[in-house]
């Protein structure tokens, strides 16, 4: 039966034979016949009326095939980027949707917004040309943050769009809310940032357009998260291209982070001059264009309130959020920090009352989106911070008051009052556990040994819960969603009884053809070795969602998994055929196919070869060949979650942070491969420590200047800024997912930014600091120090 | 990056005379600051003039009193080097905590002392402990050298060939490295010599520059009790997303009390 391996087991990474070797197939490594570069000419401002474009010495530049505009956009009438979720306010009015087109017509509306594509025989030469562009630019103030955006007289972004208000969107029971906090004895409260961020995915973004004259069929290779959804947001909502004329190849992609998981305006320009030039197209992103392209993330600004009773029970909780939506809604924009956001602020609480306002607010910057765990990781931080503030208001221990308010094991599952239910979960197992693991008893021993050496030290707990496993259909279709969101796969099992995948979520990164594989070689009983998993090509996969919120495992891995069912099904028939018995006393088991309480038996390889050599099958009553494909629509979404526990010390004098500690025991369901579940934690966790201590995109007011513009000025985690990190899991079954799985790819990002940013305020609370906004640099902590300190000094 | 042209020169003369001759050439080192800008197209020179293959202008030498660096020495030899470590350790600390491998490995001495960013470590050190520049046509003393913000006193064909240390009694560096590009933030280069001691300050404003209060104290008591409660004004102190001018102020009296910690350790 060969080498099975399974669920549960680590073996390497298959894909990473190909990474570690340089021979991956990445977008830029692709050429074609003919092919020729393109470059993008982008706004240089915030926000501008275009008062013309002048193309012509660009056209007579050297190597120059076409230059073209929004204005050729506009004459072809190719349509808008399509938004794949439609929200609306309380009143059931429909967001704000203003025209979000490929090349800018009439204004532009963040630096970075295309104006014009320069196609040349060299990148050189498009570059030289795209410098020679003229852009005849009535410059406008322009409005960054979102306090700003909403005050009156602030600059608009559309005419139609008044206060640069997308959507008022609310959620909870309001009145049930301000009842309970009548009754409150507490009340806290807390005003906070939700720091924008930049995924800087290593790879940066490209695209290759080809039109084939002969078949009539175009052809994009772009690195993308779900080429199956770009085939149809580009093809049937943007450049009018019938679906079978359109193939759409996302090959390896070095990363994503959900910064490539959107229908891009430069995938449709590509596309579109492709034909217009009949001739093979790249454009390969810089670093610097990434900055003020790629979909930046979070960016919230909130006000929150706890209600408690004297026992510190949470009574009611009241959520008011401005989200920055950038300057146009991009493929998942609004969902965001909506229905991403406002589900969540539940936590694993049972808080009976729970009200969500969010302003999603239109600004001169790069359109907002998800951006690894997406709504999440904002309602995690929002809860568990004021979960923080309530303790230390009421003297309560940090630990206790969250076991005093958290849902218990056995009552799940649990419908919140903010529309989702969590099918399982044992929010305080995880905690014992993580108290244990980081050693939370002798930090006294640790925080005097720090103030010893004159550093303060912290603790910060969040005790978390996600959503992910994107998405139920039906109810996603209910809170606006466009689009279905299940996920497909096939298993083609070959005459020899090798496995080929063909699967709709999206590997960069994540080792799915090393988990995927394990679940075939377990269910069927082949050789590891023997399957391989083919995602990223609309014409060698059926069809699929992609890879984003989670989804793979839970939702693509559960197709999967239906899939082999139906392959043993199938193969039951057969060997109940060659083996002359019943088919319900046929067994399969090991990659073997019995008869039950007997010594007869085929293998898995013996019936696929039964399969495509139907010369002794009952074809009277089964098709030959072995070969079964499953759509899963999932009934709810998963919910994993955790503790997280960072340790900090600060130093007073410079106000730098160093993160000490790490101790994350996630509940994540049945775990397939526990290495790249480790891996995933991993860099989830360091993600949201960027979040908490480095990472900011930042804006000038009025220019609308990415200041934060390149790695030189923006600061990425890097390995030096972490301790070892304790990975433990505890976990409980997923109820409604074949294998039990609840998916890993967020929690990391989601659990984390709270967990550090409460232990920065644990080091300085005897100083009077109640609350530290992201990120939390050595020049903030000094100027809260600095305010803290002066009362203490006076005394 | 725009075509140019590529010259190797064997001698000092036929390199100033390249880079007089060809109008807007550019000398190149350890490329490690030109080559992006070239990249990124903010510069185009039309040719490129590259000192690797000079004489005499790798290596470190001492004749007891000073250390003598060659221009084209990188960041790794200075860092690396036992002569250094033994003569002047805070110089060899400071080449130590420049950048990343790959830069040190390729970054010279000159390129960086040449280049002037305001942010970068070599300048400290060389204004802290009073080096001489040695040029193809001259010597200049690192006070009258650098002339803030990327500017210094080097005339127009005039190359780097050496920088020349004097030894220091003691002498140290510490650096609050910048979150992002670990450039200087603020970093202080402390050094003490028979007739004083030098306080040189890089990353804090827009040229590297010395601070006479803190060398008058740390002439009387080489301690950092000695000028802990010297606040430096804010005036010229650059402000921008990373740090606030008056957090510069007070990170450039934490930095000295710690190069002068190091110095004495
Ligand atoms: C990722 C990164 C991180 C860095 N971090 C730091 C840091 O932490 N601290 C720091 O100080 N620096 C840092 N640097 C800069 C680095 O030290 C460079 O090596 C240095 O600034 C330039 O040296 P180079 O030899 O590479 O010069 P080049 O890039 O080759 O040249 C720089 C300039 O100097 C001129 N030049 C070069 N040599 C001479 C000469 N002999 N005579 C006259 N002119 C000359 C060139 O014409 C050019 O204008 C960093 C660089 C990078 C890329």
Request: negative net charge; proline residues 6%.
């Amino acid at each position: 039966m060969g080498n099975v391996i399974g669920i549960g087991a680590s073996p390497k990474r298959k894909e990473d034979q190909r990474f570690l070797t340089g021979r991956g197939n990445y977008v830029s490594d692709i050429k074609r016949p003919g092919m020729t570069a393109g470059v993008f000419v982008r706004s240089p401002h915030g926000h501008a009326i275009l008062r013309g474009i002048d193309k012509g010495a660009a056209l007579a530049s050297p190597g120059v095939i076409a230059v073209l505009t929004g204005e050729d956009v506009a004459a072809d009438k190719l349509g808008s980027l399509p938004c794949g979720w439609g929200i609306s306010d309380a009143k059931g009015v429909p967001m704000k949707e203003p025209p979000f087109p490929m090349l800018a017509q009439g204004k532009v509306r963040f630096v970075g917004d295309m104006v014009a594509f320069v196609v040349a025989e060299t990148p050189e030469q498009a570059n030289a040309a795209a410098e020679l562009m003229t852009v005849n630019y009535e410059v406008l103030p322009s409005v960054v943050g979102v306090l700003e955006a909403v005050r009156p007289g602030a600059p608009q972004l559309f005419d139609d769009v008044p206060n640069n208000i997308c959507c008022d969107w609310e959620l909870g029971d309001k009145a049930a809310v301000e009842t309970a906090f009548r009754k409150a004895v507490h009340v806290a409260k807390l005003s906070l940032v939700n720091n924008r961020l930049i995924g800087n995915p290593m790879e940066p973004r490209a695209a290759i357009a080809e039109y084939e004259p002969g078949t009539d069929r175009f052809t994009l290779w772009t690195t993308s998260q779900f080429p199956h959804v770009v085939r149809f947001l580009m093809g049937a909502l943007v450049l009018n291209i019938p679906q079978h004329k359109l193939r759409v190849v996302a090959p390896d992609v070095g990363g994503g982070f959900g910064v490539k998981q959107f229908h891009y305006g430069e995938e449709a320009v590509i596309t579109w001059a492709a034909k217009r030039v009949m001739r093979p197209i790249k454009w390969v992103a810089s670093r610097s264009e990434g900055y003020v392209s790629d979909r930046h993330g979070r960016d919230h600004v909130t006000e929150a309130e706890l209600a408690l009773d004297e026992t510190g029970k949470f009574l009611a909780f009241r959520v008011n959020t401005l989200a920055n939506m950038g300057g146009y809604l991009s493929t998942f924009g609004p969902n965001i920090p909506t229905n991403l956001y406002g589900p969540l602020l539940g936590g694993v609480y049972t808080t009976p009352a729970i009200y969500c306002n969010v302003k999603v607010v239109f600004t001169n910057t790069v359109p907002v989106d998800a951006y690894r765990g997406a709504g999440r990781p904002e309602a995690t931080f929002v809860l568990e911070r004021i979960v923080d503030v309530a303790a230390a208001e009421m003297g309560i221990d940090r630990v206790e008051i969250r076991r005093r308010n958290m849902i218990p094991k056995e009552a799940y599952p649990y419908q919140t009052p903010v529309l989702v239910q969590y099918d399982s979960g044992d929010p305080m197992g995880c905690l014992d556990g993580a108290l244990v693991a980081a050693d939370v008893k002798n930090f006294g021993i640790r925080k005097a040994d720090s103030a010893r050496r004159g550093k303060f030290r912290g603790l910060g707990y969040s005790t978390y819960v996600e959503a992910c496993g994107l998405a139920p259909s039906r109810f996603a279709g209910r809170l606006g969603a466009r689009g279905g969101l299940y996920e497909s796969a096939t298993v083609r099992v070959h005459p020899t009884g090798q496995v080929t995948v063909m699967i709709g979520t999206h590997n960069h990164g994540q080792g799915h053809e090393t988990t995927f594989a394990q679940i075939v070689s377990e269910k069927l009983g082949v050789s590891f070795e023997n399957v391989d998993i083919v995602f990223g090509d609309t014409d060698r996969v059926q069809f699929g969602m992609g890879t984003y919120g989670s989804r793979s495992l839970v939702v693509g891995g559960a197709a999967l998994s239906k899939a082999t069912d139906k392959v043993v099904a199938k193969g039951k028939k057969i060997a109940a055929h060659l083996l002359e018995a019943a088919e319900v006393d046929i067994q399969f088991e090991a990659g073997k196919f019995s008869v039950a309480g007997t010594d007869r038996m085929k293998t898995f390889e013996e019936i696929a070869g039964a399969a495509y050599v139907p010369h002794d099958y009952p074809l009277e009553v089964l098709e030959p060949g072995l070969e079964e494909q499953a759509y899963y629509d999932p009934v709810n979404f998963t919910y994993p979650g955790g503790c997280h526990i960072a340790e900090v010390e600060v130093d007073p004098e410079t106000g730098t942070v160093t993160l000490v500690d790490y101790t994350a025991v996630d509940d994540v369901g049945t775990v397939i491969n526990p290495m790249i579940v480790e891996g995933q934690l991993h860099g989830g966790i360091v993600q949201g420590v960027g979040q908490a201590l480095y990472e900011n995109a930042v804006y000038d007011e009025g220019s609308g200047q990415l200041l934060s513009g390149s790695l030189m000025d923006y600061c990425m985690p890097r390995a030096d800024h972490m301790p070892m990190m304790k990975i433990a899991t505890h976990s409980t079954l997923c109820t409604h997912t074949p294998m039990g799985v609840k998916g890993c790819g967020e929690v990391g990002t989601i659990g984390s930014p709270a967990a550090v940013i409460n232990a920065v305020v644990d080091a300085l609370s005897h100083l009077g600091v109640t609350h530290v906004d992201m990120p939390a640099t050595p020049n903030r902590i000094w100027r809260l120090l600095q305010n803290a300190s002066l009362p203490v000094a006076a005394e | 990056m725009k075509p140019f042209a590529y010259h190797q020169p064997g001698r000092i003369p036929d390199a100033a005379k390249l880079l007089t001759s060809i109008e807007d050439s550019k000398l190149v080192a350890g490329g490690m600051t030109l080559i992006p800008t070239l990249k990124q197209r903010l510069a185009s020179p039309p040719a490129l003039i590259d000192l690797s293959r000079l004489e005499n202008l790798k290596g470190i030498t001492d004749d007891g009193a000073t250390v003598t660096i060659g221009a084209m020495t990188p960041h790794a030899v200075v860092a690396a080097s036992k002569l250094v470590q033994a003569k002047i350790p805070g110089l060899a600390a400071l080449a130590s905590m420049i950048g990343d491998p790959a830069v040190r490995i390729r970054g010279t001495i000159g390129g960086s002392v040449a280049n002037n960013d305001p942010a970068a470590d070599y300048p400290a050190g060389v204004l802290g402990l009073g080096a001489t520049v040695v040029t193809s046509t001259r010597e200049i003393a690192a006070d009258g050298f650098f002339r803030g913000l990327f500017e210094t006193a080097l005339e127009p064909g005039e190359i780097i060939t050496a920088i020349r240390f004097p030894v220091p009694f003691k002498a140290g560096y510490a650096k609050f490295k910048a979150p992002a590009s670990r450039y200087a933030l603020v970093g202080v280069f402390v050094a003490k010599f028979a007739d004083g001691v030098r306080v040189a300050v890089t990353g804090a404003g827009s040229g590297v520059f010395r601070v006479p209060p803190m060398e008058e104290a740390l002439s009387q008591n080489f301690d950092p009790s000695a000028i802990a409660a010297i606040r430096i004004d804010t005036d010229g102190l650059t402000s921008d997303i990373h740090a606030e001018a008056d957090y510069r102020a007070h990170l450039v009296t934490v930095m000295a009390k710690r190069a002068v910690d190091a110095a004495l350790s």
